[in-house]
């Protein structure tokens, strides 16, 4: 099992920033990639940014590219989600997520219990 916790969010003016963090535990070499999510309110989940274990292959929402940036510290055990530049309509909750498996044919995810980020304008 993978177990997610997201901490950073808060409330924040529009063009500042914030850094969310997302620290793992238990099977955490089972890994392969870890990805930031949001939900806005009546909205449905979406990708905000996905890193990969192997590599550190990067890929972005294109409402998010050139102001986020996904980053991974494995002696930590952590992946962060900097966000620069922040838009009202960046409010949401944000959710990390982590894809993990035994071996390659396997995926299974775990989900953190989200933070609440709210930009104002």
């Known amino acids: 099992q993978v177990q997610l916790v997201e901490s950073g969010g808060g409330l924040v003016q529009a063009g500042g920033s914030l850094r969310l963090s997302c620290l793992a535990s238990?099977?955490?070499?089972?890994?392969?990639?870890t990805g930031w999510y949001r939900q806005a309110p009546g909205k449905q989940r979406e990708l905000v940014a996905t890193?990969?274990?192997?590599?550190?292959?990067?890929n972005y929402a294109d409402s998010v590219k050139g102001r986020f940036t996904i980053s991974r510290d494995n002696a930590k055990n952590t992946v962060y989600l900097q966000m620069n530049s922040l838009k009202p309509e960046d409010t949401a909750v944000y959710y990390c997520?982590?894809?993990?498996?035994?071996?390659?044919?396997?995926?299974?995810?775990?989900w953190g219990q989200g933070t609440q980020v709210t930009v104002s304008s």
């Open positions: 997520n982590a894809k993990w498996g035994p071996n390659l044919g396997t995926n299974i995810g775990s």
């Open positions: 238990g099977s955490i070499f089972s890994i392969k990639a």
């Open positions: 890193i990969s274990t192997v590599g550190s292959v990067t």
